[in-house]
């Protein structure tokens, strides 16, 4: 059970989860379209069309990003109904509050991140 915060506290983040992804899903949806719309023209000449694809790659990645960062999010509000949030999935630590108001969808504390990391050679932008 989360005890080591209280319900206020609880609600805190939640609530702020719940907006993040309200906001997400807004984002999404516009950049969906907007992905669409920018289909290449059949007319542009193929500077233009490098310049389309490279934009377009871009927006895609973008909305990869969100939509991993829209399933850690969900994730985290079921973290919080089922009473786990603010531990961490690998060694079950307490995460330190300051990481969890930075970041409320971590699911991991800064030492196992950081291992995960390095086994991941991936960096993410850490916050202790
Ligand atoms: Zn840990």
Do not use: W
């Amino acid at each position: 059970m989360c005890d080591f915060m209280n319900k206020d506290q609880l609600a805190f983040y939640k609530g702020q989860i719940e907006r993040h992804i309200v906001e997400l899903e807004e984002r999404l949806n516009s950049q969906a379209s907007q992905a669409i719309a920018t289909d290449t023209n059949e007319m542009a000449d193929e500077i233009d069309r490098a310049s389309i694809e490279e934009a377009r790659r871009l927006e895609l990645n973008r909305i990869e990003h969100d939509k991993l960062h829209l399933r850690n999010l969900k994730g985290a509000l079921r973290r919080i109904s089922e009473g786990e949030f603010g531990y961490c999935e690998s060694c079950g630590e307490q995460i330190s509050l300051k990481r969890l108001q930075a970041r409320p969808e971590s699911r991991f504390c800064l030492e196992c991140q950081s291992t995960k990391e390095f086994n991941d050679n991936h960096v993410f932008r850490r916050v202790a």
